[in-house]
């Protein structure tokens, strides 16, 4: 007897949001409204999801308006973040666009009196035999879509897909080209007010006391606000904000703050913290005694996220409503957090997303959001545009978290691995908005009656995890060990950072490799393919390697490496292949990547995306490191967290192993771990020293150098 199949389900974000009208609108005639509830953060995501719904629809993908989400209007899909707004909004939308057409079909064959099997949709036009025809703007009036999503709908196979897997222009760009104002940096409401936050320069001081007097004299001054230990001005100007809030720095008492770490040690300050152990994952298998084993450390710094622009919101009152303007990327979780703070009805709060200039994971756009409210209590029902300084962007907003690996290898007498042990010590990786019972927000921690500061958490091992991203091999070795040790204090704040500890995890395990190829005189191509049994993670390897013709001959001052793994082992496979030069610096000349993202709903989004991701990771490796003495943070400026200049960016040459038939997984944060880890590798080949501690600078070749004779 056959068993039945399972019974259809609606995808996770529609299950959540059934509702048709939420997603899916004809507001005028010829034009289509889709409301996702993801948001642009420069990824492309909104053009990718108009070309599914433009595929569902059989409508020009000219016609369709993406709507930003809002708390009052767009479906709440989470945060944007994980690279998994294809997966989740894309899956969605395609299923809620296949049943917004099937019941237009069902209507269109009532009115039109031919049966719904012989209809066609063509750019929004319904037509049939015998030239009938009618449209979805015809019928919009007749035809509800305030109904709930069914699981029955069926929606298009890849192959009769007209507008995915093509690239297409993003529809984004446009504003930004014509310098419309797309980002809230550029928006400008009536009757705008202007607005600035103290804080101080010391990790976890309070404010003791504030002499008001001189700033109060300040021309165009509208209100001083201060509550507890938040304190701020608000103004007709943004000149005359900062003139007061300048005057206000030099009036402020502190008290002493907590000490930071050292900086020259993260990994004896993480290893000697209090922490939450988890065992990962465990293989086990009857081996052999170990001929040998290596033990080795990796270590990568805090990063800030370095947003091009600081944070920035917008907030307005009206009675006990208020509505702010925001580039968070989860509006709902930070109307939550809102709620809690000034103690009101969510209802009664609207958080509505525009697009910033740069960030992937928690920096200050929530925490700005919450200044922009209390600020402007003081401003009656006029709106307040609070922008926070790059001093302020450096010091106070959440990093990506420092992190120590320690990595275990058993080796048999021929240099093979037989046993795997893999430790990381870290902070939390997520302390977003909205997933606790006490808010996440800076401002928050400043208050009369203020919430203690949140330590954060990582997400579970299902959902990819935090700090043990990406920890557990997908290579076949016999047996491993992964084991994630927490830190239960954070002296140094972090959040969510582009792939939280993924980099650091997939830099440990692929440096590791290398090593071992090395003691064996195996080619590491070889090597990883001989411990792979997963095809697909093959073929990206393989085809990154031939696209950089690996290996050229060997000359001097040039080095390669290679670098691979699977996002969460569950999302994309990326492989990269790096050549740098080792001169006076490490300089990379070019980043040779190949990935897997099932179907790629546009492919040059998804080579966006992956060139994007390596350039960053370059800076990560070769750059960037938050820099703070005992007391304070010190890279405040970008002479003091340099980033990659143009000058240095690398050719990045990509290569799309295109896959029609397999479910899209998202592209943002695929290249960095292999990058990382082909960078280092190719610094290996050049120079012959490994450098186990993030960035790579002339100082840690030196030091690896001393080491090694």
């Given at each position: 007897m056959t068993a039945a199949s399972p019974a259809p389900k609606l995808p996770v974000s529609l299950?959540?949001?059934?509702?048709?009208?939420?997603?899916?609108n004809f507001p005028g005639k010829g034009r289509v409204a889709i409301s996702p509830g993801k948001v642009e953060i420069g990824q492309g995501i909104v053009t990718a999801l108009a070309q599914v719904a433009a595929d569902?629809?059989?409508?020009?993908?000219?016609?369709?308006?993406?709507?930003?989400?809002?708390?009052?209007?767009?479906?709440?899909?989470?945060?944007?973040?994980?690279?998994?707004?294809?997966?989740?909004?894309?899956?969605?939308?395609?299923?809620?666009?296949?049943?917004?057409?099937?019941?237009?079909?069902a209507a269109a064959s009532e009115r039109l009196g031919v049966d719904a099997s012989l209809l066609s949709?063509?750019?929004?036009?319904?037509?049939?035999?015998?030239?009938?025809?009618?449209?979805?703007?015809?019928?919009a009036g007749d035809v509800s879509l305030d109904h709930d999503a069914t699981a029955g709908a069926t929606a298009k196979s890849a192959a009769e897909r007209a507008v995915a897997g093509h690239s297409i222009q993003r529809v984004d760009i446009p504003d930004k080209v014509f310098a419309r104002p797309r980002f809230i940096h550029d928006r400008a409401l009536p009757g705008q007010l202007h607005g600035r936050v103290l804080r101080p320069d010391v990790?976890?001081?309070?404010?003791?006391?504030?002499?008001?007097?001189?700033?109060?004299?300040?021309?165009?001054?509208?209100?001083?606000?201060?509550?507890?230990?938040?304190?701020?001005?608000?103004a007709d100007s943004e000149a005359a904000a900062e003139a007061a809030l300048k005057i206000l720095r030099k009036?402020?008492?502190?008290?002493?703050?907590?000490?930071?770490?050292?900086?020259?040690?993260?990994?004896?300050?993480?290893?000697?913290?209090?922490?939450?152990?988890?065992?990962?994952?465990?293989r086990t298998a009857t081996t052999q005694k170990a001929a040998r084993t290596l033990r080795r450390q990796y270590t990568r710094p805090y990063i800030a996220h370095g947003s091009i622009a600081p944070s920035c919101a917008m907030a307005q009152w009206d009675g006990d409503r208020v509505h702010v303007w925001t580039h968070s990327q989860g509006v709902y979780l930070l109307r939550a957090d809102l709620a809690i703070v000034l103690k009101l009805p969510a209802e009664d709060i609207v958080v509505e997303h525009m697009e910033g200039a740069g960030?992937?994971?928690?920096?200050?756009?929530?925490?700005?959001?919450?200044?922009?409210?209390?600020?402007?209590?003081?401003?009656?029902?006029?709106?307040?545009?609070?922008?926070?300084?790059?001093?302020?962007?450096?010091?106070?907003?959440?990093?990506?978290a420092a992190m120590a690996i320690e990595i275990e290898a058993d080796l048999d007498a021929d240099d093979e691995i037989t046993g795997w042990r893999h430790a990381i010590w870290s902070n939390g990786h997520a302390?977003?908005?909205?997933?606790?019972?006490?808010?996440?927000?800076?401002?928050?921690?400043?208050?009369?009656?203020?919430?203690?500061?949140?330590?954060?958490?990582?997400?579970?091992?299902?959902?990819?995890?935090g700090g043990d991203r990406n920890s557990v091999p997908l290579y076949d070795f016999p047996a491993w060990t992964i084991t994630s040790h927490r830190l239960l204090t954070m002296p140094v704040r972090t959040s969510a950072l582009r792939t939280l500890g993924a980099q650091g995890n997939v830099f440990a395990i692929e440096s590791l490799l290398d090593e071992i190829a090395a003691l064996r005189s195996e080619d590491p191509i070889e090597f990883r393919l001989r411990h792979l049994r997963d095809e697909r993670a093959k073929d990206v390897i393989r085809a990154a390697a031939r696209r950089a013709r690996w290996k050229p001959q060997k000359r001097a001052g040039i080095g390669h490496g290679v670098g691979f793994a699977r996002y969460k082992n569950m999302g994309a496979y990326c492989a990269a292949i790096a050549e740098i030069e080792g001169d006076d610096d490490i300089r990379v000349k070019r980043l040779t990547l190949a990935v897997d993202v099932g179907e790629a709903i546009n492919p040059d989004g998804v080579i966006n995306q992956i060139e994007g991701g390596a350039i960053q990771a370059t800076s990560w490796v070769l750059k960037e490191r938050v820099r703070f003495d005992r007391t304070r943070i010190t890279s405040t400026s970008w002479t003091d967290y340099p980033i990659l200049g143009f000058s240095e960016v690398p050719v990045v040459d990509v290569e799309i192993i295109q896959r029609p038939e397999i479910e899209s997984v998202g592209a943002g944060e695929a290249a960095h771990g292999p990058v990382t880890a082909a960078i280092a590798n190719a610094v290996y080949d050049c120079l012959g020293v490994r450098v186990r501690d993030l960035p790579i600078t002339r100082d840690k070749i030196i030091a690896a150098m001393e080491l090694a004779s």
């Open positions: 299950a959540a949001n059934p509702r048709l009208s939420s997603w899916v569902e629809l059989d409508v020009e993908i000219t016609r369709i308006e993406m709507i930003r989400a809002s708390t009052a209007t767009s479906p709440n899909e989470g945060v944007t973040s994980g690279s998994l707004s294809i997966q989740q909004s894309g899956r969605a939308l395609r299923h809620a666009c296949a049943e917004v057409r099937q019941r237009f079909l949709v063509e750019d929004g036009t319904i037509s049939g035999p015998g030239n009938v025809r009618t449209s979805y703007w015809e019928l990790s976890g001081a309070k404010l003791i006391a504030l002499d008001e007097t001189d700033a109060r004299a300040v021309s165009g001054l509208v209100a001083i606000v201060r509550e507890g230990s938040f304190a701020g001005v608000v009036t402020a008492t502190w008290s002493a703050g907590e000490a930071l770490p050292d900086e020259d040690d993260l990994a004896g300050f993480l290893r000697s913290q209090p922490v939450e152990t988890t065992v990962i994952d465990t960030c992937y994971g928690h920096n200050a756009a929530d925490d700005v959001a919450l200044d922009a409210v209390l600020l402007a209590k003081a401003a009656g029902d006029r709106p307040v545009r609070v922008q926070w300084s790059r001093h302020d962007e450096m010091s106070h907003a959440p990093f990506g302390a977003r908005p909205g997933r606790a019972t006490q808010p996440a927000l800076l401002a928050a921690t400043e208050i009369a009656n203020p919430y203690p500061r949140m330590i954060s958490t990582n997400p579970a091992p299902a959902n990819g995890g």
